[in-house]
């Protein structure tokens, strides 16, 4: 999730819990060998034991469509001792396709197989290879020849988002498809698309025959989203009697409010200062699907261009708390 879900993000997140693995935003690769400090930028958790500070690893993605290119850089990148590698078959962005990268590489099996085998030769065998596709590009024609290329190369895991490339983010999320792939593959499936509340994933899981989940925009929107699933299911994995929709938030805003304050902290610290207020109304901007609050926040906050009325209007939400955000303490 480029742009959103980044190291900052992941963060603050993890720290609500739940969550069992994080993969980081697409490192985008062409026909250059990164240098070490690179990745570092893009992953800074590498730094760390390849964790967030909560202890959750994050497995590095990689995007690109060299198959000579990617090995090399994930030669380099398993070196740094992550959890694993993970490449990015899925991405729908018009951008990354025309050049060949995520979703435009499912209407070529056997160039996935190349890519996945080649990254497996290069990374040491104790390293998980896992990759991430779509349903297909414009159609879902090729979702089996697709897993069964990426499972024949030597991935370890599969997360196939449950929609074309042309569907986009647009429900519904085809989830029996992925279960159509299960039925032919036997590498570890995990499960993704359109899962925003507790019973949504029991829906999911029941439809897909996938027990692992990935959660994408529904955990942004939802920071509880993790802890409300495994809540609400019982000790064999199914959802309890009740649990569904309305289950109840397990992460009360008055608990998100000091993360939302973290938030614009690691922003000042690490984000440009004309990208700050804009990274803060996007999370602000999914929060309200969720949360009442969020939509108050949010209309308080959209016209903001300065850090500082952040910091003021955080202030006051607050109760005054002193907090250091954007470079400046604030009262």
Not at 85 to 114: I, M, Q, T, W, Y
Not at 270 to 284: E, N, Y
Request: aromatic share 6%; with cysteine; proline share 6%.
């Amino acid at each position: 999730m480029e742009g959103l879900l980044d190291f900052v993000l992941r963060d603050i997140l993890t720290r609500v819990g739940g969550v069992q693995r994080c993969v980081s935003e697409f490192i985008r690769i062409t026909d250059t060998l990164l240098p070490e400090r690179v990745f570092e930028r893009l992953v800074p958790e590498l730094r760390q034991g390849c964790q967030t500070l909560s202890g959750v690893p994050v497995r590095p993605q990689l995007l690109g469509s060299d198959p000579i290119c990617l090995a090399d850089n994930a030669a380099r990148l398993a070196s740094m001792g992550p959890n694993g590698v993970d490449l990015n078959f899925g991405c729908p962005s018009p951008v990354v396709n025309r050049h060949r990268g995520g979703a435009a590489l499912l209407d070529e099996p056997e160039l996935l197989f190349k890519i996945v085998s080649e990254v497996r030769r290069a990374v040491p065998a104790q390293q998980p290879v896992s990759a991430k596709m779509r349903l297909g590009l414009n159609d879902d024609s090729r979702a089996e020849a697709c897993a069964l290329a990426i499972e024949a190369a030597g991935a370890s895991e599969l997360v196939v988002h449950a929609r074309t490339k042309v569907d986009g983010y647009r429900p519904p999320a085809y989830w029996e498809r992925v279960g159509d792939i299960r039925q032919v593959v036997k590498l570890p499936l995990v499960a993704n698309g359109e899962i925003w509340t507790a019973a949504d994933a029991q829906a999911c899981r029941l439809a897909s025959g996938c027990h692992s989940l990935m959660l994408g925009r529904g955990i942004v929107a939802n920071p509880g989203l993790a802890l409300e699933i495994l809540a609400a299911q019982s000790p064999h994995g199914a959802l309890e009697p009740g649990a569904g929709s309305n289950a109840v938030m397990v992460l009360p805003w008055e608990q998100l409010l000091p993360l939302i304050a973290d938030f614009w902290r690691l922003v000042g610290q690490h984000l440009r200062r004309d990208q700050q207020t804009g990274r803060l109304k996007q999370w602000l901007n999914l929060l309200r699907r969720v949360y009442p609050q969020a939509q108050l926040a949010f209309e308080a906050v959209k016209t903001f261009h300065h850090p500082a009325d952040v910091d003021a209007w955080l202030a006051k939400q607050m109760g005054g708390l002193e907090f250091c955000i954007a470079g400046a303490m604030s009262q």
